[in-house]
């Protein structure tokens, strides 16, 4: 975060990086500003650091005699470098997951809320993220200028993005409690006889599969149809047979006569 303290501190060891000062301009060069801050060594200020856009002439930003307010950037032995430009309030190093902190809605987006923490880029708090219930819009959420509070989910240096959760600063819904459906009280008493066979009769099923009980009336009526298989097959085999006899002897009847 930004030191707003203003040259409270008298020893170059006393005096913290983003520290505010307040000075007087005492001379400006082609690449910069000369600052008197009242301690033992002086302030500069490069031409880069006068403004977020491009400077191309010192005394278009400042002039001799000038009083600034300016923020340091680096403390050495022989002066104490400053900026013109507010320094963030959190560089990428700071930031890190599940840290929670509040930030200003500045931009609504069909799928989410960008919103400025202090950061070089503002987060982005997607949609999914605004509640525990479902959110068609962020305006049905937030709007822009308002104040939430936020826990960062992700953040990416590279693709300078970074991700942030409301939901994950909101208190859990109370999950409510279903309603029990009665149960039937059941009747006492003689229990309702179960559908299918009872272990003794599977018993006498399975001795009958396996012969051990006298053979059933199935059973009977099978093999009394096998044997009567078997008698007309032997009566058809004798049939044929007589009548190859007689084939056989008209043959030679024929032969002697010839």
């Known amino acids: 975060m930004v030191d707003t303290e203003q040259n409270t501190s008298t020893t170059l060891s006393e005096i913290k990086q983003k520290t505010q000062l307040s000075g007087k301009v005492v001379k400006t060069t082609l690449a910069g500003v000369l600052v008197d801050l009242g301690l033992p060594v002086p302030g500069v200020i490069h031409i880069s650091q006068l403004s977020d856009n491009a400077v191309k002439k010192v005394e278009d930003v400042v002039t ?49 809320a960008f919103v400025e923490i202090g950061a070089e880029k503002p987060g982005l708090v997607h949609v999914s993220e605004m509640g525990h219930g479902y959110v068609k819009q962020p305006s049905d959420v937030v709007k822009e200028g308002d104040e939430v509070e936020v826990m960062i989910l992700e953040a990416d240096r590279k693709k300078k993005q970074i991700r942030l959760s409301m939901k994950a600063v909101m208190p859990e819904p109370e999950v409510k409690e279903e309603t029990k459906r009665e149960e039937k009280p059941r009747r006492e008493g003689k229990k309702s006889p179960k559908v299918g066979k009872s272990k003794d009769d599977t018993a006498a099923v399975m001795q009958e599969m396996k012969g051990e009980a006298g053979p059933t009336a199935f059973e009977s009526a099978w093999a009394a149809a096998l044997e009567r298989s078997k008698v007309e097959r032997a009566n058809k085999f004798k049939k044929r047979k007589q009548f190859d006899v007689d084939d056989e002897l008209i043959d030679r009847t024929l032969k002697n006569r010839a």
């Open 64 to 112: 001799v005699g000038q009083e600034i307010v300016a923020w340091v950037k680096k403390v050495k032995t022989d002066r104490i470098e400053l900026s013109l430009i507010k320094p963030l309030g959190m560089d990428w190093k700071d930031i890190k997951a599940e840290t929670v902190l509040k930030g200003t809605v500045v931009r609504l987006e069909t799928y989410g």
